[in-house]
């Protein structure tokens, strides 16, 4: 498994645990926003290359690797847009009449599109590692 | 960079055979890549970059066009 494989499960693994903390927080507080505290565990994806930040380019190794990673970064970002576009389009429709929105449909979309992020980022590089960029 | 329907047919593996059956592992160590990089070239699911192309192509002696046929017109 390359460096880069790895560091995609990882990130998907640091998600996936991030969203587990926020559902034990929610079911202990019931409280929505209280909650978002739990993703504070995302702070673990940053551990891996401050570890290795001596490993000259990791875990970028070679051309193929980088090629991966920026492809998959784009379609990160492109997933990123969209479900910015989605929610401004719903947000729009369903508070137009009050002039505002809530708070608590702001805060969260700053988490959710990072989420979304790393995760389209993460399984497109799995997708192109197998299959090529 | 696309995999699919690229006009390129390696010849990796069939040099590495003639060079003394040369390992995956020790081909990726004399070009400087990973031996998943070398994987996908045999497969052709990797279009590498010229630099890459020349680096193969001094280890076996050959030309970029004999290591990587092109096959469509």
């Known amino acids: 498994m390359t460096d880069l494989r790895k560091f995609a499960w990882y990130q998907l693994g640091v998600i996936a645990l991030g969203l587990v903390a926020y559902l034990v927080m929610f079911a202990t507080t019931r409280n929505v926003m209280a909650s978002f505290a739990g993703f504070a565990v995302l702070a673990f994806l940053g551990v891996p290359s401050l570890l290795l930040i001596r490993r000259r380019r990791w875990p970028l190794t070679d051309e193929r690797d980088r090629a991966i990673w920026s492809r998959a970064e784009v379609e990160g970002y492109r997933v990123f847009g969209l479900a910015l576009v989605v929610w401004a389009v719903w947000v729009g429709a369903s508070f137009a009449d009050k002039g505002q929105v809530p708070l608590a449909f702001v805060f969260p979309v700053v988490w959710v599109g990072i989420l979304l992020m790393i995760v389209a980022r993460s399984i497109f590089t799995l997708v192109l590692d197998s299959r090529g960029p | ?73």
Do not use: C, W
Request: aromatic share 8%; proline share 4%.
């Open chain 2, 1 to 73: 960079m696309t995999p699919k329907g690229s006009p390129f047919t390696s010849q990796i593996r069939r040099l590495r055979f003639e060079h003394g059956e040369m390992t995956q592992e020790d081909l990726a160590k004399r070009v400087g890549v990973t031996r998943q990089t070398i994987i996908a070239l045999e497969a052709n699911r990797y279009v590498p970059s010229l630099l890459l192309a020349v680096r193969l192509a001094r280890v076996f002696q050959v030309s970029v066009e004999e290591l990587f046929v092109f096959e469509s017109g």
